[in-house]
T-cell receptor, first 116, second 117 residues
Framework: GAVVSQHPSWVICKSGTSVKIECRSL??????MFWYRQFPKKSLMLMAT?????????EQGVEKDKFLINHASLTLSTLTVTSAHPEDSSFYIC????????????FGQGTRLTVV | AQKITQTQPGMFVQEKEAVTLDCTYD???????LFWYKQPSSGEMIFLIY??????QNATEGRYSLNFQKARKSANLVISASQLGDSAMYFC??????????????FGTGTKLQVIP
């Protein structure tokens, strides 16, 4: 089946630095990818929809300048957390749309970000 | 109002028995999709089953079946013959929006299932 690979699986960074997370579709082309954030023991919160070749669509309350999304190719979307703060520490997970049913069925492995 | 409601924060089931995880949803969109995902402690999200709003029959995938009751707006997941490896968080999700247009997936708060030997 379709595979979505996310890298890195975990990262620790200092406050004020930026961190880039990659989401790749390994065996299919993904025109649309989604970025979620999951707080401990909580559900997934959609942050933004990443569209290849155009600007991402951000959900209400998500800071565009803080969470930069780039979808430069049909197989790669990146999420950059800029000027990271400890409150940005979370589990970030991407997914890609596949199939004729347009089901959002495949997720990356997730990235555990810890800002110290 | 919550789009997706999972009222069971935690469930226990004996190994080899069946278990039903509840999910109700709220939408005015006539076209929508319902999903169930499994999230083990490792964090990855694993797709289990999908039900389209126009599908006439309940979806089934191996030991997983989705009890879709459209009038009641419920989409319960049934796991038959539970295995120890089924212990995980289970999320119900709904996709709304027109095909080809902007679509959004909303997740429930999850149910933690623990299978007891």
């Amino acid at each position: 089946g379709a595979v979505v690979s996310q890298h890195p699986s975990w990262v620790i960074c200092k406050s004020g630095t930026s961190v880039k997370i990659e989401c790749r579709s390994l065996d299919f082309q993904a025109t649309t990818m989604f970025w979620y954030r999951q707080f401990p023991k909580k559900s997934l919160m959609l942050m933004a929809t990443s569209n290849e070749g155009s600007k991402a669509t951000y959900e209400q309350g998500v800071e565009k300048d803080k969470f930069l999304i780039n979808h430069a190719s049909l197989t790669l979307s990146t999420l950059t957390v800029t000027s990271a703060h400890p409150e940005d520490s979370s589990f970030y997970i991407c997914s890609a749309r596949v199939g004729r049913q347009n089901t959002e069925a495949f997720f990356g492995q997730g990235t555990r970000l810890t800002v110290v | 109002a919550q789009k997706i409601t999972q009222t069971q924060p935690g469930m226990f089931v004996q190994e080899k028995e069946a278990v039903t995880l509840d999910c109700t949803y709220d939408t005015s969109d006539p076209s929508y999709g319902l999903f169930w995902y499994k999230q083990p402690s490792s964090g990855e999200m694993i797709f289990l089953i999908y039900q389209g709003s126009y599908d006439q029959q309940n979806a089934t995938e191996g030991r997983y079946s989705l009890n879709f009751q459209k009038a009641r707006k419920s989409a319960n997941l049934v796991i038959s013959a539970s295995q120890l490896g089924d212990s995980a968080m289970y999320f119900c999700a709904m996709r709304e929006g027109p095909t080809g247009g902007y679509q959004k997936v909303t997740f429930g708060t999850g149910t933690k299932l623990q299978v007891i030997p």
